[in-house]
């Protein structure tokens, strides 16, 4: 079920901040937008937690076990959170290197071509 939600960036930034380093605080959301419907969709929910600066503190999110569900089945349909922070680790690596590969060829091409 988890793998037919459809996410936008917004909602998977915001996803992988809460699933992996959750509960976040209001500040450091990656978007409010996201964070919302995440919320809205009942992938994350508001919490109070317990900081070492601040004591018992409000606006903190953290995700829900169906957010948890949803970040496996989006990275890679895993099994486990180390799978899908796995898979989603060495897919953005590779995505860097075939952009660093890109790029290397396009100045190539137009190095020749000059």
Same mark, same amino acid.
């Given at each position: 079920?988890?793998?037919?939600?459809?996410?936008?960036?917004?909602?998977?930034?915001?996803?992988?901040?809460?699933?992996?380093?959750?509960?976040?605080?209001?500040?450091?959301?990656?978007?409010?937008?996201?964070?919302?419907?995440?919320?809205?969709?009942?992938?994350?929910?508001?919490?109070?937690?317990?900081?070492?600066?601040?004591?018992?503190?409000?606006?903190?999110?953290?995700?829900?076990?169906?957010?948890?569900?949803? &970040?496996?089945? &989006?990275?890679?349909?895993?099994?486990?959170?180390?799978?899908?922070?796995?898979?989603?680790?060495?897919?953005?690596?590779?995505?860097?290197?075939?952009?660093?590969?890109?790029?290397?060829?396009?100045?190539?091409?137009?190095?020749?071509?000059?």
């Amino acid at each position: 079920m988890a793998d037919e939600i459809m996410l936008s960036g917004a909602c998977v930034d915001t996803l992988v901040a809460l699933v992996e380093k959750g509960p976040v605080w209001d500040g450091n959301i990656p978007s409010k937008s996201g964070r919302d419907d995440l919320i809205d969709r009942g992938l994350a929910v508001r919490v109070v937690a317990n900081t070492a600066d601040e004591g018992w503190s409000d606006g903190y999110t953290a995700a829900t076990y169906a957010g948890r569900d949803a &970040y496996k089945a &989006y990275f890679g349909n895993s099994s486990t959170m180390s799978e899908a922070r796995d898979y989603r680790v060495t897919t953005l690596e590779l995505q860097k290197s075939r952009h660093r590969i890109e790029s290397s060829d396009a100045q190539d091409g137009s190095a020749s071509n000059g």
